[in-house]
């Protein structure tokens, strides 16, 4: 490549490897985005159930986003001070040593194929070991299952494990490995945290589990702090220091800058990602949550309690694709508005069940409160305030296993510019709402990553710079708040438990 670039300036790349896409986001010295490359990543559905992609495409997709924005924003590589890696968490590749393919397809986080081997382990009496001390509970959704899969069912990969000769890694770890041309195979806390075998409190792998999970331990990566030199990429000769790693939720947490007890993020996209700081000791949840690692810095490991929505930003795609009452996400805002006062109507979109803090598979959706007067501006605006709702099940979750009164919560996700979504969430939790000026939370963590990594930033640094573009404060009366959670409330219970 030739480049005539403004060599004073100093950048930090994010590579930001998600489910549906690769993307390399580029950040300059005062923390804003100056480029961004994606590139779509293909799914494989080889079965029911089943989800995989092509490990060897991640890689180079990626590494066509880095070149694209180093090329199309004209800088020289010798400008770029660090990388920090994010990435879609718990799928899992096993490649081969020396040839550096992987044996299988990447199995992807929403892969069920183990969801068997998962009800047989959970009958054999592991699981109070298992929450103590890796804060999850047996599912297929982690790693460690779908690592045994592999195994078991690639020809010979037993014995070439066995042999040595293979390696296991979340996608930090696959593309870190690529990145530094096979020298490093290493992954952070974060990443580690979410495979089944990491032990949380002793922050090493658990042989109990390795054992539980049959997997052997000469397979698995190094683990290390979240900002942390992991290693090099030469780009066209120049040495580019991997000073960040964390998967996307942590990230995202990390880049709203939740560093204090009790701070709280969420990302609204197609489902909710829920995120509460929860200091340097792991609290458990009675309610469903998952007790996960936020990060390690400096010798200090911060813990995190974690929950999910299954359906918020895809309930308004529903509305668009599935009922067809509107064109786009953008116009509910709009229509909601119009019918402002009025809050007859109720929907529970428990389209595949709900998840914390019910955990009822069989429940379903469903509306309540048709009357004559029910109009397409109903559904919407009570589609949208489920979004609230449902948010607000989890904090309520959240503040009950910390003991932490939530006083704010930051807030990020495609979702997350609707205002009459973010004013209502404000009402029903009774909470302020603060919208970043940076969307791009998970970038942006894996930037803030590299760039304390690689000494170039200081946590006053980031301070300095965050921005809130928004703040939304609470104006709904206390009665009016409580009746309709009561309401919502006995809208859930109708839900649950239905058989089809
Ligand atoms: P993901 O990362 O999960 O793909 P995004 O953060 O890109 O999700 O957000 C996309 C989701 O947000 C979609 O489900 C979409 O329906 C929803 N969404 C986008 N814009 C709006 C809006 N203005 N109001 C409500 N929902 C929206």
């Not at 490359?37 to 989800?51: A, D, L, M, N, R």
């Not at 068997?116 to 929450?131: A, F, G, V």
Request: proline fraction near 2%.
């Amino acid at each position: 490549m030739k480049y005539k670039a403004n060599q004073l300036k100093k950048y930090i790349i994010a590579l930001d490897q998600g489910t549906t896409s690769s993307r390399t986001v580029l950040f300059d010295d005062d923390v804003k985005i100056c480029g961004i490359s994606q590139k779509e990543t293909k799914q494989i559905y080889p079965k029911h159930g089943w989800v995989e992609q092509d490990a060897v495409e991640i890689y180079n997709n990626q590494i066509q986003t880095l070149k694209n924005v180093v090329q199309e924003n004209n800088i020289h590589p010798s400008s770029i001070k660090a990388i920090g890696i994010t990435n879609q968490r718990e799928t899992t590749v096993i490649w081969n040593k020396k040839t550096g393919k992987p044996i299988y397809n990447a199995i992807v986080w929403q892969d069920i194929r183990t969801s068997e081997s998962c009800k047989r382990l959970k009958r054999q009496d592991h699981e109070d070991y298992i929450k103590e001390n890796t804060g999850l509970i047996i599912d297929s959704y982690f790693s460690a299952t779908k690592i045994k899969w592999i195994l078991d069912n690639v020809p010979n990969a037993r014995k070439q494990a066995e042999n040595n000769e293979l390696l296991f890694g979340t996608i930090d770890t696959w593309l870190l490995w690529n990145l530094t041309e096979g020298k490093v195979h290493a992954t952070d806390y974060t990443n580690a945290s979410r495979t089944l075998l990491f032990n949380i409190k002793t922050l090493e792998w658990d042989k109990k589990l390795l054992d539980i999970f049959d997997i052997p331990i000469n397979i698995l990566p190094e683990v290390k702090e979240s900002a942390h030199h992991f290693g090099d990429l030469i780009f066209d000769g120049v040495t580019i220091p991997i000073t960040g790693i964390a998967g996307d939720q942590q990230a995202a947490l990390f880049g709203q800058a939740c560093y204090n007890k009790g701070d709280t993020k969420s990302t609204y996209g197609t489902g909710c990602f829920l995120l509460m700081n929860t200091g340097g000791k792991p609290q458990y949840s009675k309610n469903g949550l998952l007790t996960t690692i936020a990060w390690g810095i400096n010798g200090k490991i911060t813990y995190a309690l974690e929950g999910s929505i299954f359906v918020a930003g895809s309930a308004v795609q529903w509305l668009r694709d599935g009922l067809k009452i509107i064109k786009s996400a953008e116009e509910t805002e709009e229509l909601a508005n119009k019918v402002k006062e009025d809050y007859s109507l109720f929907v529970v979109p428990a389209f595949s069940g709900l998840g914390a803090p019910y955990w009822d598979m069989d429940a379903r959706g469903a509306v309540f409160g048709i009357t004559h007067k029910t109009r397409k501006a109903h559904f919407i605006k009570a589609t949208l305030e489920s979004i609230a709702y449902q948010t607000k099940d989890l904090i309520h979750a959240m503040e009950e296993d910390s003991k932490i009164k939530l006083t704010y919560l930051k807030v990020d996700g495609g979702a997350s510019i609707n205002n009459y979504l973010m004013q209502f969430q404000a009402d029903i939790l009774n909470s302020k709402i603060e919208r970043s000026s940076i969307l791009e939370s998970t970038a942006l963590g894996a930037a803030y990553f590299a760039g304390l990594g690689s000494g170039m930033w200081t946590k006053k640094t980031i301070l300095k710079n965050i921005t809130i573009e928004k703040e939304f404060i609470p104006e709904m009366e206390v009665k009016k708040r409580d009746q309709l959670y009561k309401t919502w409330k006995k809208a859930i219970n109708r839900t649950t438990g239905w058989e089809d």
